[in-house]
């Protein structure tokens, strides 16, 4: 995929594209989940409800990323039962790397090879209790070259470590298939300096919470082109729910994005689903 701003399939906002998904009271929009874990443990035996929730709510696609050696399979399962709705991911997340197996990254490779997938959960974590800086950075820039060898788009969490993401990326260049800061946590002012290696930034529900104010003036701050929106399921509900998180509440970001923008729902539909379809197409 040749990638840049230009390259992007773009379609007018407001105009639509069938995905076989009729989205209840939501006039027939469709979105794309940037982010979830549908093979999550906690929500695994509920998948047939959730994906007919998701659909009701006109989420037609979703990004399953797995995150460790132990959910691979388990991705690769579901994208199997739904072919035309999951476009899968493997990574390593940076909270299981001590978990890793000798043979991690050739069991990664295998799977890239296996399925067209992206490359993530990925990334650096200084958020977390104890952690071996030098560990999480060879291990995430080992993926981003294999990223870079299949040219597969990546999904990066960062967590408290925006100095040494940029550090890592002005050492490797620009993601060639380019990339997604999930549920984005980085402050406004970092998005040029990242949007540079080709990365989009997803919103999650936190976006949804009123109080979270550096998220929503990030959110001003994206390109228009450059904007995904995530429900990363099933963590991070939604405001006023405590419970487990699923793709169908995705709309709820959606209204937030729309309402923070000043954009119609219906636009932001259009603009996320194209801008999704931009990045992740290619492994349709
Ligand atoms: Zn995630």
Redesign the pocket.
């Known amino acids: 995929m040749a990638f840049g701003r230009d390259s992007a399939p773009r379609r007018k906002p407001g105009t639509k594209r069938d995905h076989g998904c009729k989205a209840v009271g939501l006039h027939m929009v469709s979105f794309i989940d940037a982010?979830c874990?549908l093979q999550d443990e906690r929500i695994r035996g509920d998948l047939r409800s959730l994906m007919a929730h998701a659909k009701d709510k006109g989420v037609c696609r979703l990004v399953c990323?797995g995150?460790g050696q132990d959910d691979w399979e388990s991705v690769a399962a579901i994208k199997e039962q739904y072919p035309s709705q999951i476009i899968p991911s493997f990574g390593l997340h940076p909270w299981y790397i001590k978990d890793r197996s000798p043979k991690w990254l050739e069991s990664l490779e295998g799977f890239l090879k296996r399925l067209p997938s992206g490359v993530g959960?990925i990334g650096l974590d200084h958020g977390l209790k104890d952690f071996d800086e030098q560990d999480q950075r060879e291990v995430f820039l080992a993926q981003l070259a294999l990223a870079r060898t299949y040219h597969r788009p990546v999904s990066i969490?960062c967590r408290r470590a925006w100095d040494v993401l940029l550090d890592v990326l002005t050492d490797f260049g620009p993601l060639d298939a380019g990339g997604v800061i999930?549920?984005y946590s980085g402050s406004a002012e970092m998005i040029p300096a990242l949007q540079a290696y080709h990365l989009y930034f997803s919103f999650s529900c936190s976006i949804t919470r009123s109080g979270h104010a550096r998220g929503r003036r990030a959110l001003q701050a994206v390109p228009r082109d450059r904007l995904l929106i995530e429900t990363?399921s099933p963590?991070i509900p939604p405001a006023g729910s405590t419970g487990l998180n699923e793709p169908s509440h995705l709309f709820l970001v959606a209204q937030t994005v729309s309402e923070v923008l000043g954009v119609n729902l219906e636009d932001i539909a259009a603009l996320t689903t194209a801008n999704a379809t931009a990045l992740f197409g290619s492994l349709a």
């Open positions: 982010h874990h990323c995150s959960e969490h999930h549920s990363d963590d």
